[in-house]
């Protein structure tokens, strides 16, 4: 019994990064934002790059506290739709056809999102990182960190609850 050459890594990652482009590319806040995704096999970083319109108190300044529940809910969803999506994309049953923003699957849709400011967001490039703490058929919670330069010294943290898009096999 001969086993199948398996796929070039080149290969699975230039699907990995159309997959994920097609993801964030269905969003058109974070366009506005600015907000682009780093990843690293299974793991995305948002990352927040810094523009004077972010700027909520041009006093200290510091970022728009808005902008940072934004930043970090929207890394929660698109970590939470990745996650999702990892094991199609790894299989190659997402093909190329689909890896277009209307051929991704829908987004989870937000229940609740709990955010605590540590500190004033500074006027620089910003990072977040999720983790799913439990994703079921229906129901999901996952928890943010925001940091800027130091990921030890955390600018904000958050958790969220979401609902899961109904798939096919969901009755």
């Known amino acids: 019994m001969s ?3 398996p796929e070039p890594v080149q290969v699975i990652k230039q699907r990995r990064d159309a997959a994920l ?7 058109p806040y974070i366009r506005y934002l600015g907000i682009r995704f780093e990843r690293r096999g299974d793991e995305l970083t948002g990352i927040l790059p810094f523009d004077e ?3 909520g ?3 200290l300044p510091a970022l728009h506290g808005g902008v940072t529940a934004a930043f970090l809910e929207t890394t929660a969803v698109l970590s939470l739709a990745w996650s999702r999506l990892w094991d199609e994309v790894e ?3 997402l093909g190329p056809e689909s890896m277009t923003p209307e051929g991704m699957p829908r987004m989870p849709k937000t229940v609740d999102f709990t955010i605590d400011y540590l500190r004033s967001g500074l006027p620089r490039d910003a990072y977040a990182r999720a983790r799913v703490v439990r994703s079921g058929r229906r ?3 996952v928890q943010v960190e925001g940091w800027q330069d130091n990921r030890d010294r955390l600018y904000a943290s958050a958790t969220g609850h979401f609902v899961m898009p109904r798939t096919g096999m969901d009755g």
Do not use: D, H, Q, W
Not at 21 to 27: D, F, Q, T, Y
């Open 53 to 55: 319109k972010l700027i």
């Open 57 to 59: 108190n041009p006093t």
């Open 91 to 93: 299989s190659g049953r």
């Open 21 to 27: 482009e097609a993801l964030v590319g269905g969003i």
């Open 3 to 5: 086993r199948s050459r």
């Open 139 to 141: 129901f999901a919670s």
